[in-house]
């Protein structure tokens, strides 16, 4: 909605009737209502004076019209300052020392009938060298007058009070401080103002212990901004404590140089902490911002501070959630897409892998190439993928439950800054192969029988064999029975759990030493690219593929179908020692090279995979005390910022009831929701400001001197 609608619509909610004229006109207390809604430090009579710039013909009240023109002005580029300088310069686009000083006296009129400009007024002082050399000045001049007006008034005022001492008492600088800056000060730290002659240790000051204590209070509002977005140290603290030394470090890092922070020394700090607790070193978080934020103390009842809203400390207690069941059936379904995608890549080299293996010497095939060639003459394109249906029934469980265990694991073992141990890498590893066997074992025995199948052709048959019939996977299992199934099962976990404990701490350490990949470590990167995730996850699959081939040959033996004539193994130990004996130690690497070539692209399409389909679709968990504590940790949030959030192009709303806007003049709009953009509201606050800055007493610019001004 454009301001100008939204204007008329709020207007329309609030503006009352004028009976005489029948012409409709929003009251003061409305308008204050609406642009200062909370309790706030800021003087809410001075919130006459935007009434005042609203009221264009100074005709006494404000119509829609008005409100529409007012609120488009103040929420436009700069608006805060165009709004000000239509003001004092009476909508002209140049204003002239004299009309300055002649807008500024009829504002302090209006406040004070009696009030008289001194030849050298203590606010003003050096107001005439803005003007020079032509007596007059534009926006942009305007716009520098106003934002380098406090530090002039301060160096005005002091010369004024001094006189040719050049020092001034503990009094006038409390007087100079409060006048100048106790507008954008909490109440906490303007009272505190009169301790500075302890921190300095002197009754008398100089300019230079002035403009000190002025850049102190300058920065507050940073210093508040990174106290209030540093998370608690532990998850089971609420706030923490603020060492002066270590703030000093933090706001003097070299991240906050690169983003051209300014750099605030000890004796700032020194002063700061001395405000607000003259003897301690550190000070809970809570404290320290109910000094440096203005609004801290009036902003409770009504908005959420800082670090009781849920994003930024932990949540209490985790009530009971459906989330464990949601996010595991996510992690499953992503596994198993992703499984199948790497189990369709390397389908072919996986069933070379197991003729290879399978064969006793060199019965039929003389090398892995030799097989591959033999299995395209004897039995086509289709016989590479024999098999592959058993293969992808069964690869949906087994990569989910692998998946969804080493990262459950992971996240058990890993710390609160991010970082895991290796032997908490290797366990979560060994885990996930060991619960995988559920899955595995089944989908290996039935794919295996079937891919033999294939090779069972009458060129390979010995004379008088009758072949075998071809079997369907169904037709396997229901030979094979639940406890045939799982034949081979403990060889399974032999090669399994290791193959597992080697590949994913590998994985995960090639991706960071390689890569430089650590989403907990700000300097370096927090995704990779595609390939890169292909290459790190096909490195990390060739070592744990070759290491555990021996596993694998005494499984595959032990799960292929004995064909008449053929050993039948009783279990490890006996296929391992008959092996040895009969073939030799290198029986025990058969089909070593296709397994690296297969386990490695496989892994590698599977991981990938996996990473890229949680990027692209992902699941954001409930507000709960781990997933809290999670979020916050690390640096601050308010250098977390990303584009998104810092350009977000959705204008922020507050929501409100209409019971809180009770006045004399109407009946409150009960059960009403009032959707107010908070641009109003800020930049409203930041335009009342200014006119303090110019002149300290415009706070008390009320109904009475608005009236009063508008006669004249």
């Not at 004092?88 to 002649?102: L, N």
């Not at 906050?256 to 700090?269: D, H, Y």
């Not at 989910?400 to 710390?415: E, S």
């Not at 799960?559 to 030799?584: M, P």
Request: hydrophobic content about 40%; aromatic content about 10%; charged content about 20%.
């Amino acid at each position: 909605m454009s301001t100008d609608l939204k204007a008329s619509e709020l207007f329309g909610q609030f503006a009352l009737v004028n009976n005489e004229t029948n012409e409709k006109f929003l009251s003061l207390p409305s308008f204050t209502s609406l642009l200062s809604p909370f309790p706030s430090d800021l003087p809410k009579e001075a919130y006459a004076l935007l009434y005042l710039m609203a009221d264009k013909d100074k005709k006494g009240y404000v119509n829609e019209k008005d409100f529409v023109s007012f609120l488009g002005n103040l929420t436009d580029t700069d608006g805060v300052f165009k709004v000000v300088f239509q003001l004092i310069g009476d909508g002209d686009k140049k204003v002239s020392y004299a009309a300055c000083v002649e807008a500024l006296n009829k504002l302090n009129k209006s406040i004070d009938p009696e009030y008289h400009m001194k030849s050298r007024k203590l606010n003003w002082a050096y107001l005439e060298r803005f003007f020079a050399p032509n007596g007059e000045i534009d926006f942009l001049d305007f716009i520098s007058l106003i934002n380098n007006l406090p530090m002039t008034k301060l160096i005005g005022g002091f010369e004024v009070l001094s006189g040719r001492s050049a020092v001034i008492s503990k009094d006038d600088m409390t007087h100079l401080l409060s006048t100048n800056l106790g507008h954008k000060l909490s109440i906490k730290l303007k009272k505190n103002l009169n301790t500075l002659p302890e921190f300095f240790n002197k009754d008398q000051f100089t300019l230079a212990n002035v403009l000190m204590v002025y850049n102190c209070l300058n920065k507050v509002d940073l210093i508040n901004e990174v106290i209030a977005n540093t998370p608690p140290t532990q998850k089971d603290k609420s706030d923490i404590l603020i060492n002066k030394k270590d703030l000093h470090d933090h706001l003097n890092h070299h991240l906050l140089k690169s983003s051209n922070f300014r750099p605030i020394t000890t004796p700032e700090l020194d002063m700061l902490f001395f405000l607000i607790d003259r003897n301690e070193e550190s000070i809970p978080r809570r404290e320290l911002i109910s000094f440096l934020n203005p609004n801290y103390l009036n902003n409770v009842p009504t908005l959420y501070s800082m670090f009781e809203h849920p994003a930024a400390q932990p949540v209490k207690d985790d009530n009971f959630s459906l989330w464990p069941i949601f996010d595991s059936l996510y992690s499953f379904f992503l596994g198993s897409i992703a499984g199948c995608v790497g189990a369709t890549a390397v389908y072919p080299i996986d069933l070379v892998k197991t003729r290879m293996q399978a064969q006793k010497h060199k019965a039929l095939y003389d090398n892995s190439l030799d097989c591959f060639r033999k299995i395209i003459k004897l039995e086509g394109l289709k016989g590479l993928y024999s098999g592959l249906g058993a293969q992808l029934v069964g690869v949906a469980p087994e990569k989910a439950i692998k998946l969804t265990v080493n990262d459950l694991i992971r996240r058990i073992g890993t710390n609160d800054d991010g970082s895991i141990t290796m032997p908490w890498e290797i366990l979560a590893g060994s885990t996930a192969g060991g619960c995988q066997v559920i899955f595995t074992n089944p989908l290996e025995i039935v794919k295996i029988r079937l891919q033999m199948q294939g090779g069972a052709t009458s060129k390979s048959l010995s004379p008088g064999e009758i072949p075998h019939k071809r079997l369907t996977a169904g037709q396997i299992i229901k030979q094979l029975g639940l406890k045939g199934l799982y034949k081979g099962a403990s060889a399974c976990l032999l090669r399994d759990v290791p193959f597992s404990a080697i590949y994913f701490p590998t994985y995960a350490n090639i991706k960071l030493h390689l890569f430089n990949f650590d989403p907990h470590d700000p300097t370096k990167k927090h995704s990779l690219s595609t390939w890169q995730l292909l290459v790190s996850g096909a490195m990390a699959g060739a070592p744990a593929a070759f290491f555990t081939t021996p596993a694998d040959v005494i499984k595959t033996r032990l799960q292929v179908e004995a064909k008449k004539g053929d050993v039948k193994y009783r279990g490890i130990a006996h296929a391992f020692s008959h092996i040895l004996k009969e073939e030799g130690i290198s029986a025990f690497f058969k089909g070593s090279i296709a397994r690296v070539f297969r386990s490695s692209p496989q892994f590698g399409f599977t991981l990938a995979s996996y990473e890229l389909l949680q990027r692209l679709f992902p699941l954001h968990p409930p507000n709960t005390r781990e997933s809290n504590f999670k979020a916050i940790s690390g640096y601050p949030g308010v250098y977390n910022l990303t584009n998104d959030q810092v350009y977000n192009t959705d204008p922020r709303v507050f929501y409100l009831n209409g019971d809180q806007f009770k006045q004399a003049d109407k009946k409150p709009l009960s059960n009403a929701l009032i959707t107010l953009p908070a641009d109003y509201v800020y930049r409203s606050a930041d335009a009342v400001k200014l006119l303090m800055d110019i002149d300290y007493k415009f706070g008390n610019f009320d109904y009475g001197a608005y009236k009063t001004y508008v006669k004249k």
